[in-house]
């Protein structure tokens, strides 16, 4: 691995001009193919083999006019403190807005509250359903526009409107913080490498990489049904993975100028070390992102498939642009420990003996191992606590800030007629096989309002066939509570007999029934993907360090990391904690993909940091040194990188915590103080102390399985056995003999 990579590093310096040429044809390529790409569509969501999704395709098939997939409005008019909505004005008020909606071209239906029964029982609150053609991402601005005219002119005549439903849907903004995250991690950068053109080589490939990877998302966006938020997550772990990658080539490169090699020379070794760890750190990545398809939510394979595509391009973009970009850089990338003039000029001798902070650090820890692995661990089982009280669900116009519409609609409907009232249970009858469907929906009925928690059933509604009958039934809890969730359950009990009693098939769908299922089937593949990814990357790190106990560990620090990620995610997305200074309005159960999704990511993620502090120390221990020596080599190298990469990581995930979006929000902040806990507790405290502790026994494993195993190189052993034969640091020598010498 490492001489192949080497002779690559080497091949891309000398062919820098080609190899940046076709990087900027592929950008430019994938960015014509998104400009000139059709518009995609509405992402589908959809729940393979849930008794919901199932619902949903029998409608479809059932009622085929019904437009189950149409954006519905829900305008909400109350009246003036002390009136109804069924006084005189008041009732022409509302239907002559009902008129301005009928209107609308894309308008499918507009149901009148006072023919519909759309009153609530006190007079004050009244709403009109509005059905459309297409869904809201597809509604034409004029359609919305239109909406919002006919709710504005309503409320100019004296009443209170409000519009809820997904007629108003948006694209989610990310806001300026974005940009600070970057501008955060070129800080960073400049202050790692002490140089304005080094600092600027991980952030140029990296927003390459991104461009390319986005650009290509939104050109198949139309063609492979990939929604908003599939983008945004490329380009937020795009970004992060892209500049840690890049950085540690770089600061590999300019470690190996300091040691005298030539600038060539320099970048093939650079990438035949620091890129072996590269390769890895990005496969544990993609194996993560890649094994969400283990869960089968179609949504969430194709986020993990686009997310690890522009891993992917990461790990290319370091292992052969930036020792093209290298070689274009020339003498403006200094060895390690000179500064540019711009920046202060170089240190001096003395400033060189000194111990850096890395070394220090590393030497405390070799030195009290107990103590600082006690104190790790009860500080992350601390943060962890929260998490025991998780509290999962899909977010709703109920999740929404209350400056909204949506969420003061939302409201209004809860104070009009029950909390329950936003998420209605949709009960599905297939009554095809019964020899009487009539009967049969009969008794569904009467069984569902004996009930607990049914506060209404409406009358059945059939199809031209009469075999398949819907009934709406509205809960008296809100939607998220365990007590609608309990009434879902007792529903689909009372199918269980139906079918016996009658041939008839009763099924239950609706937001509210997708939701329960959704969760379900995320907790319920939360353990197997964890087995898949965490027993895959084991395989591949047992591989890359020839140990046992260095996997294990690594797999024990990260299950800490994440639990307490998800602690801190309860304890200021669900308990409120923090939520005004991170701009959180409004509080509650945690999204339900959450777990599974910070699972995956954060996983590959912590890998990278330990596989990229571990194969420095395994690289020392190979070459002779003592494992506390080994440990506070790997620290002497690597700390002050690893460092910089987490601040980056952090920064730019962080950027993301200004989203207008929930969801985008949720997972800023998660991967965010995730990837602290685990690269400043985990890797920078607990494997130190614990490889402390362990001593020779870290690196052991058994004879036959060290045989077994495919030597990869990791630590470039090929490569010094190479430069001992001849020395690349010498001027007579004979590069074209070395070239044969590295082929070897």
Not at 310 to 327: D, E, R, S
Not at 349 to 358: S, V
Not at 433 to 461: C, F, Q
């Amino acid at each position: 691995m490492a001489t192949f990579l080497h002779r690559l590093g080497r091949l891309a310096f000398r062919r820098r001009h080609f190899v940046a040429l076709i990087w900027v044809a592929l950008l430019t390529l994938a960015g014509v193919g998104a400009a000139n790409a059709p518009a995609a569509g509405p992402s589908s969501f959809s729940i393979p083999g849930t008794e919901a999704q199932k619902a949903f395709d029998l409608l479809e098939q059932r009622f085929p006019g019904m437009s189950a997939d149409g954006a519905t409005a829900r305008v909400v008019f109350k009246a003036p403190g002390g009136e109804k909505v069924t006084a005189k004005d008041n009732k022409a008020i509302v239907e002559k807005t009902v008129g301005r909606l009928r209107s609308g071209s894309e308008v499918v239906s507009v149901a009148d509250p006072y023919t519909a029964h759309a009153v609530s029982k006190n007079g004050t609150i009244a709403y009109a359903q509005v059905k459309y053609k297409v869904s809201g991402m597809e509604l034409k601005d004029s359609a919305k526009d239109a909406l919002k005219q006919a709710a504005q002119q309503a409320r100019n005549a004296g009443l209170t409107v409000e519009v809820g439903g997904d007629a108003l849907s948006a694209a989610p903004e990310t806001g300026a913080t974005e940009v600070i995250g970057i501008a955060v991690a070129a800080v960073v950068l400049v202050i790692t490498f002490g140089s304005l053109v080094a600092a600027g080589l991980p952030l140029l490939t990296a927003l390459i990489g991104v461009g390319i990877g986005v650009s290509t998302i939104t050109a198949l966006a139309n063609a492979l049904d990939l929604g908003t938020t599939t983008s945004t997550l490329a380009m937020m772990i795009g970004l992060a993975v892209g500049i840690d990658y890049a950085l540690f080539i770089v600061s590999r490169y300019r470690a190996e100028l300091a040691e005298g090699r030539e600038r060539e020379e320099a970048a093939g070794r650079a990438v035949g070390t620091a890129g072996s760890a590269v390769v890895f750190a990005g496969l544990t990545v993609v194996i993560a992102l890649v094994g969400l398809s283990v869960v089968n939510i179609p949504m969430l394979t194709k986020m993990g498939v686009a997310a690890a595509g522009t891993v992917a391009i990461a790990v290319l973009i370091a292992l052969t642009m930036i020792p093209a970009l290298l070689g274009h850089a020339g003498r403006r990338v200094r060895p390690a420990g000179e500064k540019s003039r711009l920046l202060g000029g170089g240190r001096t001798t003395a400033e060189k003996a000194k111990p850096n902070m890395g070394t220090r650090w590393a030497s405390f820890v070799v030195r009290r191992p107990v103590a600082v692995l006690l104190l790790g661990v009860i500080g992350l089982g601390a943060a962890a606590v929260p998490a025991s009280q998780l509290e999962l669900g899909l977010p709703d116009d109920g999740s929404q800030p209350t400056s909204t519409t949506q969420r003061r609609a939302y409201d209004l409907l809860s104070e009009g007629f029950g909390a329950g009232f936003n998420g209605p249970l949709m009960v599905v009858v297939d009554a095809k096989r019964s020899p009487d469907p009539k009967a049969a929906v009969t008794t569904v009925t009467d069984d569902i309002k004996g009930l607990k928690d049914v506060t209404t059933v409406t009358p059945a509604t059939y199809n031209k066939a009469g075999d398949t009958a819907m009934i709406t039934v509205v809960p008296g809890s809100k939607p998220s509570s365990t007590t609608t969730e309990d009434l879902v359950h007792g529903i689909r009990d009372t199918g269980a007999g139906l079918k016996t009693k009658t041939d008839a098939e009763l099924l239950v769908t609706g937001t509210t029934a997708m939701n329960i299922d959704f969760s379900q089937k995320l907790n319920d593949a939360l353990i197997p993907y964890l087995a898949l990814v965490v027993g895959l990357a084991f395989l591949l790190l047992i591989v890359v360090f020839r140990s046992i106990l260095v996997p294990l560990k690594a797999a024990l620090g990260f299950l800490l990391s994440v639990t307490a990620a998800l602690g801190a995610v309860v304890a200021v997305f669900q308990w409120g904690w923090l939520s005004g200074l991170l701009g959180v309005e409004q509080t509650g159960p945690i999204m339900s993909m959450m777990p599974i999704f910070m699972v995956g990511v954060v996983f590959g993620l912590a890998m990278d940091y330990e596989v990229f502090l571990v194969t420095r120390m395994r690289e020392a221990y190979v070459h002779g040194e003592t494992p506390g020596q080994a440990i506070v080599t790997g620290f002497r190298h690597g700390a002050r990188v690893v460092t910089a990469a987490a601040v980056i990581m952090i920064a730019v995930f962080s950027g993301f915590i200004g989203s207008s979006e929930s969801m985008i929000k949720m997972i800023g902040f998660g991967l965010a103080i995730a990837v602290f806990f685990d690269a400043f507790v985990v890797r920078m405290a607990l494997v130190p102390a614990v490889l402390a502790l362990l001593g020779r026994r870290a690196w052991w494993l058994p004879k036959w399985l060290d045989r077994a195993l495919p030597n990869v190189d990791v630590e470039g052993e090929g490569l010094r056995t190479a430069a001992d034969a001849t020395d690349p640091r010498d001027p007579d020598a004979d590069p074209d003999e070395d070239r044969e010498l590295v082929r070897v």
